[in-house]
């Protein structure tokens, strides 16, 4: 394998760990306080938006091969990938809008409605077992991965 596909793999290893460590800290609020839960969230909009363009390829190739002819669990994988995506989205979008602190913090006055707080509350709620199954799917990769990364040079 050459080298920058090797920093590549090397990269999203590490910047995949790193989101997923964001994650479960910001899917914490009771440990953390809301106000720093508020904070970290829109902290971590930076490692999600480096995992969708260091994924980028797959995206595109996914989009496009969901339209032809795939097996069943590919296909499951790709529309999978996608609801977690838009789950995602959905999390951030209602977290800003039911925000208590860090709207007050930016001067922004929004009057917080039920609904918003509703579909946070649910969206959040279903993307922990949604991204377990985003894990499953991808753990072939992430075990070869990690054997990789963990292994020791062998000097030719």
Known sequence: ??????????????????????????????ATGVPLHE??????????AIHILLHWDWFKQSFRRLFGKLPAKERFN?????????MMILGFVSGFLVSVALLPALN?????????SKIHHDSCTLLMPMLGVHLALHWGW??????????KEVSS
């Open 1 to 30: 394998m050459s080298d920058w596909k090797q920093s590549l793999q090397k990269t999203r290893y590490v910047m995949d760990g790193l989101l997923l460590i964001s994650f479960m800290i910001i899917s914490a609020p009771q």
């Open 39 to 48: 904070w970290l969230s829109i902290v971590f909009i930076i490692p999600f």
């Open 78 to 86: 790709i529309v999978w990938n996608y609801l977690l995506y838009l």
């Open 108 to 116: 922004i006055d929004l009057h917080i409605q039920d609904f918003w």
């Open 142 to 151: 992430i075990a070869k991965l990690t054997k990789r990364m963990f292994a």
